[in-house]
């Protein structure tokens, strides 16, 4: 199963960022989905059926060690040419050590787990297939400032890659683990 632990905006955050991407999405960059807009905290790519369990329960106890979030989507930026991303304010020493407890369960586990060279809470809003320029789209949602939400809990979630619209990645929470409250 191609695995992933993240951060999911409630749906009203989500539709206030969607209103705000409407007014600059065109067809020069592949937009994603507001069903599968998220906070990545860890990756774990390919984890063999055995392990998942495992997985489960220490992203569970990693989920209990942190508090609930207040987080607020805001602002936007790019990763070179190829990914636009809409950023995240809130307590981000505690998202950057809760990001490192789901990257260690998934050690532990026995998950192959991409570790970020240096975590930053961001939401992908698009993707180019070659290099584009995204500075334009970067300048028209620099100032985006979502409804701040409260971040409770966090999802392990199932990747189905060209199962979802358009041939894109579906995603399925198939579990939640609380965050201590």
Not at 12 to 19: A, I, M, N, Q
Not at 35 to 53: I, K, M, N, P
Not at 74 to 93: H, Q, S
Request: charged share 25%; proline share 7%; net charge positive.
């Amino acid at each position: 199963m191609r695995l992933f632990a993240a951060v999911v905006p409630p749906p009203e955050v989500l539709r206030h960022l969607d209103e705000a991407v409407v007014q600059v999405r065109d067809d020069a960059v592949t937009w994603t989905l507001p069903e599968a807009w998220h906070l990545t905290l860890a990756f774990y790519g390919d984890v063999a059926g055995d392990r998942v369990v495992d997985l489960t329960e220490r992203l569970r106890r990693a989920a209990a060690r942190y508090p609930v979030m207040r987080l607020r989507l805001d602002g936007a930026g790019r990763f070179d040419d190829r990914v636009l991303w809409v950023g995240c304010n809130g307590p981000l020493e505690d998202m950057r050590r809760l990001a490192r407890s789901c990257e260690a369960a998934g050690r532990r586990a026995g998950a192959p787990v991409q570790a970020f060279r240096r975590f930053r809470p961001h939401l992908t809003l698009a993707r180019a297939r070659q290099p584009t320029d995204l500075r334009p789209y970067v300048s028209a949602l620099a100032r985006y400032a979502g409804p701040e939400w409260t971040a409770d809990e966090i999802a392990l979630v199932r990747s189905h890659l060209g199962q979802g619209a358009g041939g894109r990645a579906r995603y399925e929470v198939i579990s939640k683990f609380p965050l201590a409250s």
